[in-house]
């Protein structure tokens, strides 16, 4: 007899209701996996609540995927305990917030070789409170010339805070005027200054879950439904590798598995500018035409992960990666042909897509099916519902409904009349283009 055994993912959520409900409909529809050793996995899914907790309970959960413990620690400590103490396998991991700012992933690529703009980390410009603060002030903060850093960086540049998320609190700065009045605004905010990618050509955003990646044209100054551009193969094939060698790179370094990942290409370079995401925007009504991949590559990677026992490597590992990084010998290509097959070691990429043709053959169809269907619709319809004032609810059942019409055209001729899947673009998915 084939054996068998029951997995559940938790999920820990905050205000989210849309992808939650694509995620829990695809992994029921998904039905029983039987992984290539015969052995058949059933996968549920349960929203996690948070209670009371005995630090010697034991969890039902097999994976949690976390996206709330950024901000609430009640369950941030309850991940803490199920992972030290149980094995439980999370996306993403607490114990790797601790680098979870733009900062240490800056200085992880740069010590990588990678084009991070000129930065610079400046002392707060307000006392932080904390009663020690006048002594060691008045003692230790040296004086410095804003001007003068400002200068050297040259104008226009990007004052935003270490640690990141929104746009809260980034400013670009033109000129000295403006230099001090973000600055005086930064208040306990601390605070970079870094040089603006100037007349960028594209803004190119790596949405990474596990080895799984889509590089998406995005452009920043649309309102939120109309950033993610559908567009394929904007990027030449070389900037489209190295965009997703970067991406997983700083995933597998710190070990994040959910993440998106920000850069600006600019005549043939590309410029890593916010690589930390605990909790990376995967709304339909941000990402419609690419909302069906994240779907399917957050339930392939979990299902993997459980079905395959994965452990939890929480703890930055430095040596491979800096061995590349400092070896004189490889040029920045070199380096990051390394790069990718560390991250390629890190996510067992060669397991996990054996294990996906293995076991999950009918994922691809199972899922254009769902989003061609009613329910689907009826999920897009209570979003919109949800999120957008009444009178726009017609304008954005036709803005989303075409997008992922589109999606499921596109996806119907890539399967084919024979359903055999070729391969998906990681670079704004199948060819061929259409622009919406
Ligand atoms: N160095 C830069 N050059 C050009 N644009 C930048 C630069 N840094 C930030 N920006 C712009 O500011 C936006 C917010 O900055 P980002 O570092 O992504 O902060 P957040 O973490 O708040 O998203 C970016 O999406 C981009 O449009
Ligand atoms: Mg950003």
């Given amino acids: 007899m084939a054996k068998s055994q029951e997995h559940l993912i938790g999920l820990l959520l905050g205000a989210e209701g849309d992808w939650p409900r694509a995620f829990e409909t695809l992994a029921q529809r998904m039905g029983v996996v039987t992984d290539p050793a015969g052995t058949e996995h059933r ?59 733009k900062h240490s992933a800056y200085c992880a690529l ?54 990141g998320g929104a746009w809260r609190g980034v400013s670009m700065i033109k ?23 100037d007349g960028f050509e594209v803004f190119a955003r790596a949405l990474t879950i596990g080895p799984e990646s889509m590089v998406m044209k995005f452009r920043p100054d649309e309102p939120m439904h109309n950033r993610y551009a559908v567009e394929h193969g904007f990027l030449s094939d070389a ?23 920000e850069m600006l290409v600019k005549d043939g370079v590309v410029y890593p500018i916010d690589y930390a995401n605990a909790c990376p925007d995967v709304a339909v009504t941000s ?37 590349v990084a400092d ?44 989003v061609d269907s009613d329910d689907f619709r009826s999920l897009l319809t209570d979003t919109i519902r949800a999120t957008y004032p009444q009178r726009e609810w017609d304008s954005f059942e036709g803005h989303f409904g075409g997008l992922t019409r589109l999606w499921v055209s596109d996806e119907t001729s890539r399967l084919g009349p024979g359903r055999s899947a070729a391969d998906e673009a990681v670079v704004g998915g199948p060819a061929p283009a259409l622009t919406d």
């Fill in 175 to 197: 000129d000295r005027a403006a230099l001090h009045t973000a600055y005086d605004d930064s208040g306990e905010m601390l605070m970079h200054l870094q040089k603006a990618v």
């Fill in 43 to 101: 996968v549920s899914t349960e929203r996690v609540t948070i209670e009371p907790f005995n630090l010697r309970d034991k969890p039902r959960h097999d994976l949690v995927i976390d996206r709330l413990a950024h901000w609430y620690y009640h369950p941030r400590e309850w991940l803490k305990k199920v992972a030290l103490m149980d094995d439980v396998y999370l996306l993403n991991s607490p114990f790797t917030f601790q680098s979870m700012e």
């Fill in 239 to 261: 900037v489209g590798t190295e965009a997703v060698t970067i991406a997983q790179t700083v995933n597998a370094f710190f070990r994040w598995e959910f993440n998106s990942c």
């Fill in 327 to 370: 070896n004189e010998g490889l040029d920045y290509q070199a380096k990051l042909a390394a790069y990718q097959r560390l991250a390629d070691d890190h996510f067992e990429t060669e397991r996990y897509r054996e294990f996906c043709d293995a076991a999950l053959p009918h994922l691809d169809e199972m899922v254009l099916e769902w």
């Fill in 110 to 163: 740069l010590r990588l070789g990678m084009n991070v703009p000129e930065t610079v980390l400046v002392p707060y410009k307000n006392p932080i409170d904390n009663v020690r603060w006048a002594y060691t002030s008045e003692k230790y903060n040296k004086a410095f010339d804003l001007d003068r850093i400002a200068d050297e960086l040259g104008y226009p540049m990007f004052m935003k805070p270490f640690d």
């Fill in 287 to 323: 990402l419609h035409y690419y909302f069906p991949w994240a779907m399917k590559a957050l339930l392939k990677w979990s299902v993997f992960c459980v079905a395959t026992g994965r452990k939890a490597r929480t703890q930055v590992d430095t040596g491979p990666w800096f061995e």
